[in-house]
């Protein structure tokens, strides 16, 4: 519908009628009557075909329920907000480990720093751990060494915000005190990162890559922040996320991958994996809610951990799905990944869809124990990246691995996707009223302006109804995950994006090779629901068979 449309819809719903117009932002449509006419056009829209005399029936409910949107309207909402609606991924009868062990990272051999100071740029965090440990390189060093490569590339790259410098020399100088001091907090200590802009951070600005909000500040620190902090890593920058976390163009300019400069870094967690792949930065924090860690790391070619559903707390950070919305790290290897999650996961007291589950993880488990899958259906079909695909299963199966055949449910999955527009339209619903969404840069029919708009002809029980639908694929999905631990997926030749993207499910996405314009390919692993520790043993044993995360972009732009 265009948005210049005036006319006055009632959304019609059996046993539920809702009043929603595509001009009601102003006083003259909340104040129009309600006619028959107009329902008898609203339920068009719907498929439904109630008689006159029962629309007829309805008109005095409708207008008392205008009334009451009205009202609802006028109670101040920040996007901080949650609905009193909490959606819950565990299965009937599911259940999730307590015990808490020790974190068991891999042994690391000797390292020295490189001779070219530049190759510093793409040591793993594990490494730089070590150097700091070592005492061989100091965090103001190793900070202001990556501030000078971000301020260098930048330019070209934009996938910076904000830099938050003169923090970043505070944080560095005590790291380097309590290092000093023997005071080592671990792996993280000292390590310099960058977090997506969708993070708050205190004295600076948040500003959700969008044009309404490019000079806000919020007054608190993210949960994500605050543990980083006390974990003793660095936060060098803000990076920069596609406008309201969708894609990779920004109230800035479009963020890009280092490997072709001329091509977008995909999105949303457009500048965190753009600056990891360009050597800008060990690691940064993304979010997903659907395919925002795992697009980003394919096109620039970096390692990303989508973890569980209510693994990581959102307090703080931009609210677009609260039911699908997922924080987590993107690095240069999948034990980087493991590190920094190790640092972010659990409860905090304030996100109340947080579960306090363990993660065991163990870099030397027996993985021959671990029952792995594989989408054979989606992997015999025809796509770009098979071919990078099929050698990853190879390789597998070289390992010792015995691949089994599963396939996903068989669900109308794509048509769950309107969670996302539901609940969007309605943490965004301010400035879709107040029409600050024509200020952003994206106005084409697949951007959030028209979505926003849209989804507020999408019914209440329609929503409901979808939300039935998943649960009934949640069971669907603990049933298949009966028959593995950990799963093999094409990255996007599949409906596992979307389908464990509804469901929860953690995932790792991997680089696994190069297409023909010698751009990075990846490949994506599934656990169990929060069984992260199982998944990131696994998918760091395939890359530890490989080169793929060590190759690095051409900077010469």
Same mark, same amino acid.
Request: hydrophobic fraction near 35%; charge should be positive; proline fraction near 4%.
């Given at each position: 519908m265009p948005t210049q449309t005036k006319k006055v819809f009632t959304l019609v719903t059996s046993g539920l009628l809702i009043f929603v117009s595509g001009a009601f932002f102003g006083k003259q449509a909340q104040m129009e009557k309600i006619t028959v006419p107009m329902v008898q056009s609203a339920q068009k829209l719907l498929g439904l075909s109630f008689t006159n005399a029962q629309l007829d029936t309805a008109l005095t409910e409708l207008t008392d329920l205008r009334g009451s949107y009205t009202r609802l309207r006028e109670v101040k909402l920040e996007n901080s907000v949650a609905p009193a609606l909490q959606f819950n991924p565990l299965p009937v009868g599911f259940t999730f480990a307590k015990e808490k062990g020790k974190f068991k990272p891999s042994e690391v051999k000797k390292v020295e720093l490189p001779a070219n100071r530049e190759d510093l740029a793409y040591y793993s965090v594990r490494e730089l751990a070590e150097l700091?440990?070592?005492?061989?390189?100091?965090?103001?060093?190793?900070?202001?060494?990556?501030?000078?490569?971000?301020?260098? &590339?930048? !330019?070209?790259?934009?996938?910076? /915000?904000?830099?938050?410098?003169?923090m970043a020399m505070q944080q560095a100088k005590q790291a380097d005190a309590e290092i000093k001091a023997g005071k080592y907090k671990g792996l993280l200590h000292g390590i310099p990162y960058g977090a997506k802009d969708l993070l708050s951070t205190k004295g600076y600005k948040t500003t959700w890559g969008s044009v309404p909000y490019k000079d806000q500040v919020i007054d608190e620190d993210a949960t994500v922040i605050v543990k980083l902090r006390e974990a003793g890593a660095v936060l060098v920058a803000k990076m920069t996320l596609g406008e309201l976390a969708m894609g990779d163009v920004w109230y800035g300019g479009k963020?890009? #991958? !280092? %490997?072709?400069?001329? +091509?977008?870094?995909?999105?949303?967690?457009?500048?965190?994996?753009?600056?990891?792949?360009a050597g800008l930065l060990p690691f940064a924090i993304g979010t997903? #809610?659907?395919?925002?860690?795992?697009?980003?790391?394919?096109?620039?070619? /970096?390692?990303g951990l989508r973890p569980t559903y209510g693994r990581v707390? +959102?307090?703080? =950070? @931009?609210?677009?799905? %609260?039911? @699908? *919305?997922? $924080?987590?790290?993107?690095?240069?290897?999948?034990?980087?990944?493991?590190?920094?999650?190790? =640092?972010?996961?659990? !409860?905090?007291?304030?996100?109340?869809?947080? &579960?306090?589950?363990?993660?065991?993880? *163990? =870099?030397?488990?027996d993985l021959k124990k671990l029952r792995i899958g594989y989408l054979k259906t989606d992997f015999d079909r025809d796509y770009p990246t098979k071919a990078q695909d099929q050698a990853t299963l190879e390789a597998l199966r070289k390992a010792g691995h015995e691949l089994i055949p599963i396939e996903l449910p068989k669900l109308p999955?794509?048509?769950? $996707?309107?969670?996302?527009?539901?609940?969007?339209?309605?943490?965004f619903d301010e400035i879709t009223r107040n029409g600050k969404v024509d200020l952003m840069v994206n106005?084409? +029919?697949?951007? %959030?302006?028209?979505?926003?708009?849209?989804?507020?002809?999408?019914?209440?029980?329609?929503?409901?109804?979808?939300?039935?639908?998943?649960?009934?694929?949640?069971?669907? @999905?603990?049933? @298949?995950?009966?028959?593995?631990?950990?799963?093999?997926? !094409?990255?996007?030749?599949?409906?596992?994006?979307?389908? #464990?993207?509804?469901?929860?499910h953690p995932c790792v996405v991997v680089p696994n090779g190069f297409s023909t314009r010698n751009l990075p390919t990846t490949i994506t692993f599934i656990g169990k629901l929060f069984g992260e520790a199982d998944l990131l043993a696994f998918a760091k044993a395939y890359q530890d068979g490989t080169d793929f995360h060590k190759k690095h972009p051409s900077l010469a732009f």
């Open positions: 700091l440990k070592t005492k061989k390189i100091t965090s103001v060093e190793l900070t202001q060494f990556y501030l000078d490569r971000l301020k260098k &590339y930048n !330019p070209k790259l934009q996938c910076v /915000t904000s830099f938050t410098e003169e963020t890009k #991958t !280092p %490997w072709d400069i001329k +091509r977008g870094s995909s999105g949303s967690s457009a500048g965190s994996a753009s600056a990891v792949a997903e #809610t659907l395919g925002s860690i795992v697009s980003p790391s394919s096109a620039c070619g /970096t390692t707390s +959102r307090q703080g =950070a @931009m609210a677009l799905s %609260w039911s @699908m *919305d997922k $924080i987590g790290p993107i690095a240069r290897t999948v034990e980087d990944c493991a590190i920094v999650f190790n =640092a972010i996961y659990g !409860p905090d007291g304030k996100d109340q869809t947080v &579960y306090d589950a363990s993660f065991n993880y *163990d =870099a030397k488990q999955v794509n048509d769950l $996707i309107l969670t996302i527009s539901v609940e969007g339209a309605a943490a106005q084409d +029919r697949n951007a %959030w302006p028209n979505t926003f708009r849209s989804a507020r002809f999408i019914p209440a029980v329609e929503y409901i109804q979808a939300q039935r639908v998943r649960y009934q694929l949640i069971q669907e @999905m603990h049933k @298949m995950m009966q028959k593995v631990d950990v799963y093999v997926s !094409p990255s996007f030749a599949s409906s596992n994006l979307v389908v #464990t993207n509804l469901t929860g």
